[in-house]
């Protein structure tokens, strides 16, 4: 099939890359130039594993360009996906400004019947504004072409996207004609043949799908980390009461997982989004409220945890800190837990050395050139003099660390661990004083064991 992805960001890169891996031609459009010139030479401008090396054979085999020409796009294709960013307003509304842009372009540029498939995160009703906006330019050009306008959302996981998308575990498509269903039938059959579903259902459905979806895990996510406050409290495990709740299968083993909050491109903004939505028809999204402002609290607890176990100011002290990413596998800093902490340390006088695999550059720039916090290569180099290590992202160098290396090159044997990522009794024997979330404090012991022979 022949189709062209507007916007080359992280959806409609992803997007458009897998959809030429399976044999269509794909023209990818952005008004960048600079972008478009460093994907026609096969690098990525963003971190994802694996995409880097698609681009470039996809390129070799001519299934896919990147280009500035939306009139070529528009005119040679017969699917046309919307993939352009949604950032959140002041309000927490999404603005559909650029949306509305290439629908616009599209409209200008229409020359036959066409499928425009709306694939980013929009709000309940965008479709038919995206259909509004089609009319009126074709009206205004005195054209008839007729089309159909399509809401297919995407469900990609920053760092698995490419799995995600070559093997969906569904594909969601709202859409008001059979034949757009029949075309877009036809587009995912390839993708689908393990048997997941395609869910064909109204557009509005399908909007309120998307957001309905990242509103419920973010959900899981922070009421995992109320209980974890709790249990910090009273001195329980929260992992021993993940595993207890998460082997009720109402409940289940996913994204229950205890940490310093969610982040990223699409939860907070999702979140905010849906609850901008609610309000705006009357309903009051109380538990979504919760939501967000227990993800705030859950950084500023840690925050507060860290600066009471280092004497109460960190002014002087130099604090480590392991990832920036919002997760690990990719470099979106977007809402990430880490930029709130690093601040919070910054104000509080610390000097602070950061480590990040992959996010470090993007991190520097929002941040600027500031004496006081410097990034490193090594994950090790950022632990000389340190006073405090705090984790953030559970990268998987992080996981099985070198602790006797560690505890050499730290002034004070002091771990904040925001993800869990070690066993209690294990730090305890390596001579670390351990601080996790939602599980008793760690204390170091160091004694050898007797020989009892």
């Not at 070799?60 to 307003?89: H, M, N, Q, W, Y």
């Not at 949306?99 to 694939?119: C, F, G, P, R, S």
């Not at 990413?325 to 509080?348: M, V, Y």
């Amino acid at each position: 099939m022949k189709i062209s992805v507007f916007g080359t960001g992280y959806v409609g890169l992803v997007t458009g890359v897998c959809f030429a891996e399976m044999g269509n031609d794909v023209i990818c459009v952005d008004i960048d130039p600079k972008k478009v010139s460093m994907l026609k030479e096969g690098k990525s401008p963003i971190y994802e594993p694996g995409l880097d090396q698609m681009i470039t054979g996809n390129l070799k085999a001519r299934r896919i360009e990147f280009t500035t020409d939306s009139k070529r796009a528009v005119e040679t294709s017969d699917l046309l996906f919307i993939a352009v960013g949604t950032p959140s307003d002041v309000d927490g509304s999404a603005d559909l400004q650029y949306v509305l842009q290439v629908a616009e372009t599209i409209a200008t540029h229409m020359n036959e019947y066409k499928v425009v498939v709306t694939k980013s995160t929009v709000p309940v009703g965008t479709g038919h504004k995206v259909k509004a906006m089609l009319e009126k330019t074709l009206k205004s050009r005195g054209a008839q072409h007729t089309f159909d306008v399509v809401s297919n959302p995407e469900f990609l996981r920053e760092g698995a996207a490419i799995e995600d998308c070559l093997k969906p575990s569904r594909v969601v498509v709202g859409c008001e004609s059979s034949k757009a269903g029949e075309i877009m039938t036809r587009l995912y059959d390839p993708f689908l043949k393990s048997g997941n579903p395609m869910l064909v259902m109204d557009i509005l459905s399908s909007e309120m799908t998307k957001y309905a979806a990242n509103s419920m895990l973010a959900t899981k996510i922070s009421l995992m980390n109320e209980f974890s406050r709790v249990c910090e409290k009273v001195g329980a495990d929260i992992e021993q009461v993940r595993r207890g709740i998460g082997s009720d299968f109402r409940i289940g083993p996913h994204f229950i997982f205890a940490g310093v909050g969610y982040g990223g491109s699409c939860f907070p903004k999702d979140v905010k989004a849906l609850i901008k939505a609610g309000k705006d028809q009357g309903e009051e999204m109380e538990i979504l409220d919760a939501v967000e402002s227990t993800n705030q609290l859950q950084r500023e607890n840690f925050l507060h945890r860290i600066k009471k176990s280092v004497g109460g100011s960190f002014r002087g002290q130099k604090v480590a800190v392991w990832g920036v990413a919002f997760k690990p596998g990719t470099d979106d800093i977007r809402e990430a837990p880490a930029l709130d902490l690093i601040q919070g340390f910054l104000d509080d006088g610390a000097h602070v050395s950061v480590f990040d695999p992959v996010a470090a550059e993007n991190a520097r720039e929002h941040f600027g050139n500031l004496p006081q916090l410097k990034f490193f290569d090594d994950q090790y180099q950022v632990l000389e003099g340190a006073s405090c290590l705090v984790i953030v992202t559970e990268w998987k160098s992080f996981k099985e660390p070198n602790f006797e290396r560690m505890r050499g090159l730290m002034s004070k044997a002091l771990i904040h661990d925001g993800r869990n990522l070690f066993n209690p009794k294990t730090m305890s024997g390596s001579g670390f004083e351990y601080h996790s979330i939602g599980r008793p404090l760690v204390k170091a012991n160091v004694a050898k064991e007797k020989n009892l022979l």
